[in-house]
């Protein structure tokens, strides 16, 4: 008998013995879909798991060969026990199975994770300058592995980055990790670390030099906060780029420390600047419903001379008042945050049978504290005005005022536009005497506050609130723009622009000496940038406290365009004998 006949012959007795097998084997159908079930796992380990099996890619497809299907399904054991061993379980225990129907398989896994890996022996050392520096104790404090704690990769490896990133950020350029180690003992289930990071010496602001720069450099100076000789940080350099940038003088800011011209531990920074469009032009249009239909116009001259110095000036036109504003603008100490300005300002409006034409010039002192913004303002203004049929009258004002504002926010991580979280507070006071250039002893208070919270992912709360007063010898004398009105898109909506108030005997709104306006509104996402508000206003403005107020209900809806909030409101004046409703179209930020 030849070698080629047995080989045949068991060649076909191979085919035979594999008929039944092929018999007994199910084969999917054409439009069989693929699942995957991991159980014995849930939270993070579920997500990492899932991460790591391969055969997940196929999920939801038509299953493809059953060889590729038990071949992956086998992989997966393993992929398995590798996603769970960062989480610190190294004796995982993984079996699966393959459950098939006509329009489904369902390949599940079987997990026991088994006893997880703590910490037993950890030696940790802190060398260098960082030694006594407290930023470093704080991390060290918080992240540091201990014995007992469970053995978590990421945890582990976070605690060294941010060692590393630290060191980074606070100028300890030589940082580096003499010794990292991690032995894993997996017959009992401990960890033991060695870790020796040694920080080097922290290196000092050497001197700054800017380059390619147009403007003097005892401005320039005035943006560094930092002195030479100070420690390194590089949040100093990123503010120093922020406020450089966000000047409007330069389109490209680059601050770089020199590390390699390093001398006696002092790194010099080099800040390379280019000029910005020396002029803009801005043409706006727009509507709102206290305004109508509006155009905005605007020229700013981004330096007028080496010093920094700006002009801006702009014509605002609309339906309802007309106003041309020119600011000539020079930089404070901290030119990032301070300025001085000298403003003038015409301004006429003529709204429902008021008319007014101010004139005025102004003086301001604005300072930036963090989150807190101060105003001091000394103006001069004239205002020619007249209630309806009433003659014209002039009045002359030399007055005084200061504000203050506090704002805080949030915004969601997926829309900028929409606040999370937030409050502004504001206050103004401001007067005048008759001995000093004013027409009449003035004195005046206004407080505003708004809230924004977030109640869940949909659902968010808006409180609003302004209060004014004011007392005067001679009320009569005051012009429309020093006297208290409500009314409109931003006070109480259902009731028309400043036409919530005291009237003449010709039934024309001619403010009052007090005015308070709240608002409660709640809003919902319905969908993403579509969310929809149910709110009610309340508020007046009055000539004694004890005068009624005027409540308003609505409903709007809102759309988060890619310039802020749209928002459309309909809302009902129930004080009002025929209970009239009001549309009410916005544009801006919530805060």
């Given amino acids: 008998m030849s070698v080629r006949w047995l080989q045949g012959l068991l060649f076909l007795i191979l085919v035979i ?28 380990l579920l997500a990492n798991s899932r991460i790591y099996l391969r055969i997940t890619a196929l999920e939801g497809e038509t299953v493809p060969s059953i060889f590729r299907v038990r071949y992956l399904a086998r992989q997966g054991e393993q992929e398995i026990r590798s996603a769970l061993e960062p989480f610190g379980f190294y004796n995982v225990t993984v079996t699966s199975e393959i459950i098939e129907t ?20 950890v030696n940790f050392e802190l060398t260098g300058g960082a030694k006594n520096d407290e930023a470093f104790q704080k991390v060290i404090r ?5 014995s007992g704690q469970v053995f978590n990769h990421q945890a582990y490896e976070r605690f060294k980055a941010t060692l590393r990133n630290l060191a980074a950020e ?26 020796v990071f040694d920080s080097g010496e922290r290196y000092l602001f050497g001197e700054t030099s800017f380059c390619c720069a147009f403007l ?30 966000g000047s409007d003088y330069f389109n490209r800011v680059e601050v770089a420390p020199l590390w390699q011209n390093t001398t006696e531990n002092r790194v010099p920074i080099d800040v390379t600047l280019s ?94 504290y963090d989150r807190w913004h101060r105003t001091y303002q000394l103006a001069y203004q004239r205002e020619d005005f007249a209630f309806g049929e009433e003659p014209t009258e002039t009045s002359n004002f030399l007055i005084p005022s200061v504000e203050w504002s506090l704002i805080e926010s949030s915004n969601l991580p997926e829309n900028r536009n929409i606040i999370d979280d937030g409050y ?18 003035f004195a005046s208070i206004k407080v505003g506050a708004k809230w924004i919270h977030r109640l869940n992912d949909q659902w968010r709360i808006l409180l609003r609130s302004e209060v004014g007063a004011l007392r005067a010898d001679d009320f009569e004398v005051l012009g429309p723009t020093l006297r208290f009105f409500a009314g409109g898109d931003h006070s109480v909506r259902g009731y028309a622009y400043q036409q919530l108030g005291p009237e003449n005997s010709e039934g024309v709104v001619v403010g009052g000496k007090y005015m308070t306006a709240s608002s409660v ?34 409903f709007g809806f809102r759309w988060v365009s890619p310039i802020g909030p749209v928002r459309l409101d309909l809302a009902m004046a129930l004080d009002e004998p025929s209970k009239p409703w009001r549309l009410h179209l916005t544009l801006g930020p919530d805060l």
């Fill in 142 to 146: 918080s992240l540091r592995p201990v």
């Fill in 424 to 441: 502004r507070l504001s206050i103004m006071l401001q007067g005048g005497h008759d001995g000093a250039l004013s027409d009449t002893t």
């Fill in 102 to 121: 006509d329009e489904l398989w369902t390949i599940r896994y079987q997990v026991d994770v088994g006893p997880v890996t703590t910490y037993d022996q």
């Fill in 170 to 195: 606070r100028g300890y350029y030589d940082a580096a990790f003499l010794k990292q180690s991690v032995k894993v003992e997996t017959s009992t289930q401990v960890a033991n670390v060695e870790l």
């Fill in 216 to 245: 003097n450099n005892s401005l320039l100076e005035r943006f560094i906060q930092y002195q030479p000789g100070e420690p390194f940080t590089t949040r100093a350099l990123l503010d120093l780029q922020v406020d450089l940038a």
């Fill in 17 to 44: 013995m594999s008929l039944p097998a092929v018999g007994q084997t199910s084969w999917q159908p054409p439009d069989a879909k693929l699942a995957i079930e991991i159980d014995g796992v849930k939270g993070e």
């Fill in 275 to 368: 000029p910005n469009e020396r002029d803009r032009y801005q043409v706006g249009l727009g509507y709102g419903t206290d305004t109508g239909a509006r155009i905005t116009l605007g020229f700013d001259r981004r330096w007028v001379n080496d010093r920094g110095h700006r002009l801006s000036s702009v014509i605002r036109l609309s339906e309802v008042q007309n106003t041309g504003f020119v600011s000539y603008i020079i930089p404070g100490n901290n030119p990032a945050r301070d300025s001085y300005s000298f403003n003038g300002e015409i301004t006429d409006r003529s709204f429902e049978e008021q008319r007014s034409t101010l004139y005025k010039t102004s003086f301001k002192d604005l300072r930036h």
């Fill in 521 to 554: 509104e709640i809003d919902y996402a319905f969908k993403p940038n579509w969310r929809v508000a149910l709110f009610t206003d309340i508020g007046n403005s009055m000539m004694n406290w004890d005068e009624r107020l005027k409540q308003t209900v609505g």
